[in-house]
Structure formats: C-alpha cells, structure tokens
C-alpha cells in the first residue's frame, strides 16, 4: 500500500514539475470536453456593426473555462464597421469568458496609417480595448511630414488602432531613430 501511494506521489510530482516548462499541460483532455475546430471566426458586433473579428486555422476550446488555443491567427479591429488595424501571430490563446487574448510568435501588427508593432507576446484585452507587452518591441511610426520614427525598446501600451494610450511610455531603455526631412524653421 505504502509503494502505492509513494508511487502516485512521485508521479504527480514529476508531472508538475514537466508541466512547469510547457504549455501543453494546460490542455488535457482531463479538464474536460474540448472541440477542435479548423479555419475558425469570431465577430463582436453591436447592432451589426462590427468592432473585431477573431480568426485562424485550427483552435482547440476547452468547454470547462472557455479557453481557446489557435494557430495562426488573425485579428481586425473596425472602426464604425470599416477595418482600422489588424493583427496576426503564430499561436496565442484567447480566454472567451473575461476577453483577455494573449499572442506569441512573430506578431505583426499593422493600421491604416502605416503604423507597426513587431513583439514576440502581445496581450490584448477586450474591455480595456487594449494591446500590452513586456517583450522587446519595434515601433514604426510614418508621420504625414515624410518622416518615420521607429522605435526599439522593451514594453508599451497601446489602443487597438496602435495609437499611445496617455502618453506613449516605454518601459525601459530604448532607441528612436527618425527618418526623411525633418521640418526645419528658421
């Protein structure tokens, strides 16, 4: 009896430890039924007027907390039911329940303007109307003047049309480097 439960102690033990360097073990088929679901789409509207559309090649949803796992996904925010800004990673998860998404993988995020976020993890929330990032960042900013600005640094928060929310704040130490003819005055 005592070999029996030191046994399943030193099993549950190995399995947390592996499960602490992967995602994986987030998605047993033990918490519950899952679905798994290719070339999938979401749409928040109101009214019938879209504000953001949610897509990608395959997801799997977990029924017990509505978590969804995706694989190349692809996000567009609208802007009174005309796209403003888009979004694309190679993975990311998206909690249904609280709206909080969360992308890694070369997430790419693009405006209307010209404007570009490049990170490696990007969390958007829903309610805030948000995007978020403690990784390292590139920001590419073309200003109607001719210039680009683009920024390298670790971290920002910015609206959904990839505009500063507040002040534009970088987190820590960053370069900004501007290019084109700068108005000049005399």
Do not use: K
Not at 33 to 54: I, K, P, S
Not at 66 to 90: A, G, H, K, W
Not at 105 to 122: F, P, Q, S, W, Y
């Amino acid at each position: 009896m005592r070999t029996g439960i030191g046994a399943t102690v030193l099993f549950m033990l190995l399995l947390v430890l592996t499960a602490c360097g992967s995602r994986s073990a987030d998605w047993s088929d033990e918490d519950g039924q899952t679905q798994t679901v290719a070339g999938f789409r979401l749409v928040q509207a109101e009214d019938g007027v879209r504000d953001w559309m949610l897509s990608g090649d395959s997801a799997v949803y977990r029924e017990t907390d509505s978590l969804l796992f995706m694989t190349e996904v692809n996000i567009v925010f609208y802007e009174n039911d005309i796209p403003e800004s888009f979004v694309r990673s190679d993975t990311g998860t998206s909690d249904l329940v609280n709206g909080a998404t969360v992308l890694w993988g070369n997430v790419h995020a693009e405006n209307i303007n010209g404007r570009t976020l490049d990170t490696d993890l990007l969390n958007w929330s829903d309610s805030l109307e948000t995007f978020e990032t403690d990784c390292l960042v590139t920001f590419v900013m073309p200003e109607s003047t001719g210039t680009i600005t683009t920024i390298h640094g670790r971290g920002v928060i910015l609206d959904t049309s990839l505009s500063a929310v507040g002040d534009l704040v970088i987190r820590e130490s960053f370069t900004a480097v501007s290019t084109g003819e700068l108005p000049f005055d005399e």
